[in-house]
């Protein structure tokens, strides 16, 4: 199945949107309907949450952007900016064999 790279850039000075939607965006990820193969928050210098980067296999690029879409902190308005990109695992943990 084809592999995406999911890149969410929070807006500036967001962290207060970020805690608040934190809990339903965690079970929004653990109940999504793609195959998540990782996921996490990325950091600014400061060490401050500065948005989200997800590996997804998915079937088509459509299937991640709806979920990108109805994630709760895409719906709070908390990214600035969403990027999609199709992506392959060669090497570590996660490739194939």
Same mark, same amino acid.
């Given at each position: 199945? &084809? ?8 807006? /500036? ?8 939607t934190r809990d *339903?965006? $965690?079970?929004y990820v653990a109940?999504?309907? =793609? @195959?998540?193969?990782?996921?996490? &928050?990325?950091?600014? !210098?400061?060490?401050? &949450?500065? !948005?989200?980067? +997800? =590996?997804i296999a998915a079937?088509?690029?459509?299937? #991640?952007?709806? +979920?990108? @879409?109805?994630?709760? %902190?895409? $719906?709070?308005?908390?990214? *600035?900016? #969403?990027?999609?990109?199709? %992506?392959?695992? #060669?090497? !570590?943990? $996660?490739? &194939? /064999?």
């Amino acid at each position: 199945m &084809p592999e995406f790279i999911l890149f969410c850039h929070d807006r /500036k000075d967001s962290l207060a949107l970020r805690l608040k939607t934190r809990d *339903e965006h $965690l079970a929004y990820v653990a109940s999504a309907d =793609v @195959d998540i193969l990782l996921a996490g &928050p990325i950091f600014d !210098g400061e060490d401050n &949450p500065a !948005g989200s980067l +997800f =590996v997804i296999a998915a079937a088509k690029k459509s299937d #991640v952007q709806s +979920f990108a @879409d109805n994630d709760p %902190y895409a $719906l709070a308005g908390l990214f *600035e900016t #969403v990027e999609i990109r199709p %992506y392959r695992i #060669v090497a !570590g943990a $996660l490739a &194939p /064999k």
